[in-house]
């Protein structure tokens, strides 16, 4: 069965540059979730989207922002990055109706250097 | 304010051994409860949800609302139970609705 889907794997980046990271959810699912884990840490709640309206927000940089597309993909934008932005990056997404599960994609390891 | 804790960083136990371990909520409502398993390299699963009361991989857990409590329990703990595990708590009703999770418990089954 298809998966959530992130895009890519792996990034490097140097300080102040610009990111972005997108996430593919399971086909009918309506709602997209980002979570940035740390070295060690637990997953952090960034910002959430359903039907493509912002749905709840957490601890999201300003430097941050995310918008979910008609097709229900999803981006995260992150410029001016910090040093301290590296992370595993985690798209989760489910569907609204019944069964409120969540489903985790494999994450974005991003670096920054 | 929305909190989920999980005392124990780490629980080392023999393979065989029962294991526990713990999780302690504060809602301001009724939550709905989840535990997730992280194995080494592998995204986030979802093990168990409160509402839907099965047993998986021998894992129960049940929600206690007078101690806040969502204790992960297995009677024998096996080698490939080891992993990190991370309880979470979601508010319900509203789509969208993140799930708050605790700081995670390593579990470290050994022979």
């Known amino acids: 069965a298809a998966g959530v889907i992130q895009s890519p794997r792996h990034l490097i980046k140097e300080k102040r540059e610009t990111a972005t990271l997108k996430c593919y959810p399971i086909?009918?699912?309506?709602?997209v979730y980002w979570y940035q884990q740390g070295p060690g840490q637990d997953p952090q709640f960034l910002i959430s989207?359903?039907?493509?309206?912002?749905?709840d927000k957490g601890s999201i940089p300003d430097r941050f922002s995310a918008q979910q597309f008609s097709d229900y993909h999803s981006e995260l934008n992150m410029s001016s990055l910090e040093l301290g932005d590296s992370a595993l990056y985690f798209c989760?997404?489910?569907?609204?109706?019944?069964?409120?599960?969540?489903?985790f994609g494999q994450g974005t390891r991003l670096t920054v250097v | 304010a929305q909190r989920v804790t999980q005392p124990e960083k780490l629980l080392s136990v023999f393979k065989g051994a029962p294991v526990e371990l713990k999780c302690n909520y504060s809602y301001s409502g009724s939550p709905e409860l989840f535990w997730y398993v992280q194995y080494s390299r592998q995204r986030l699963q979802l093990l168990l949800r409160h509402i839907s009361r099965e047993s998986i991989k021998g894992f129960t857990a049940d929600l206690n609302k007078g101690e806040t409590s969502f204790h992960l329990k297995k009677p024998f703990a096996q080698e490939e139970d080891s992993a990190m595990y991370y309880c979470?708590?979601?508010?319900?009703?509203?789509?969208?609705?993140?799930?708050?999770f605790g700081k995670g418990t390593t579990l470290s089954v050994s022979s």
């Open positions: 989760a997404s489910s569907y609204s109706r019944g069964n409120t599960e969540a489903f």
């Open positions: 086909p009918r699912h309506d709602t």
């Open positions: 979470a708590l979601s508010g319900t009703g509203q789509a969208g609705t993140a799930l708050i």
């Open positions: 989207f359903y039907e493509k309206m912002q749905s």
